[in-house]
């Protein structure tokens, strides 16, 4: 081993608060670019379903049954019936 003492590995003869920090800087950069997109995807994924909602809910103003009721049932538009 380099080190004589767990002491020693993280004082690095006087380096170790700038080895240490770097490594400090490099895992939180990397556990932002991890994070942000994925927060990001979270993000546009509730947008895209609050307005997939909004786009297939009736128009205000009128109930279930007078919105759907422009719709033919089967057999009622029929020819023959």
């Not at 895209?48 to 422009?70: D, E, F, I, V, Y």
Request: proline residues 5%; aromatic residues 10%; hydrophobic residues 40%.
């Amino acid at each position: 081993m380099y080190f004589d003492s767990f002491q020693a590995a993280m004082a690095m003869d006087g380096h170790g608060v700038f080895v240490w920090s770097a490594y400090g800087i490099s895992v939180l950069v990397l556990a932002l670019l991890l994070l942000r997109p994925w927060r990001q995807e979270r993000r546009v994924l509730r947008e895209l379903a609050t307005q997939w909602k909004r786009s297939n809910q009736p128009p205000r103003g009128t109930n279930h049954s007078q919105a759907n009721s422009g719709l033919s049932r089967e057999g009622s538009d029929a020819p023959g019936s």
